[in-house]
């Protein structure tokens, strides 16, 4: 079973987990609204990302026979200022998360909890590539704020094609 201290963190984190899922589903609409449909799937897909990444942490905690917590979450920011704000965010939340997935590693660590360690390794990965992902597009949507069709053209080409991660940790329910 992992240490008392991870799995309290973790439960915490499958709600940072959902909280990233509903903001990103507030910037997809964002994007829906401005009939954007590239940054609208874009931010749509990445709300199911951040919501299979809870549902990774949940089956962890049930393969580990330790108890799951889900925690209420606060609404997301829902309007935006413009096309740049909800990116801007975007890559904010994900610095955020970056932070709160190094902890979750520092207490397995320090912990001795061999197991919960390899487990956060693939979500310290994966932080790297959404940063990076969210960084590009922030820097594409910023200089292109007139020309909404060059940043929908970069995400068709961008974001296409990714597949599934076969070393991606098992997710509740699928």
């Known amino acids: 079973m992992p240490a008392s201290r991870f799995v309290d963190q973790l439960n915490v984190q499958i709600g940072n987990e959902l909280a990233a899922h509903n903001q990103y589903l507030a910037c997809a609409i964002h994007y829906d609204a401005l009939t954007m449909p590239q940054m609208a799937a874009f931010f749509y897909g990445q709300a199911l990302e951040e919501r299979d990444h809870a549902m990774m942490m949940v089956q962890y905690l049930l393969d580990s026979d330790a108890d799951v917590s889900i925690p209420a979450i606060e609404a997301p920011e829902g309007s935006f200022a413009d096309v740049v704000a909800p990116v801007a965010l975007a890559l904010e939340q994900e610095k955020r998360v970056t932070e709160q997935i190094n902890g979750l590693l520092r207490i397995a660590r320090e912990e001795s909890d061999f197991a919960s360690e390899q487990f956060m390794q693939w979500f310290i990965k994966e932080q790297v ?11 594409v949507v ?3 704020t007139d020309d909404l069709e060059d940043i929908e053209e970069y995400v068709a080409r961008e974001q296409a094609g990714e597949g599934e991660d076969p070393t991606a940790p098992r997710v509740a329910g699928a």
């Open 129 to 139: 590539e959404e940063v990076a992902t969210m960084s590009d597009l922030l820097a």
């Open 142 to 144: 910023s200089r292109n």
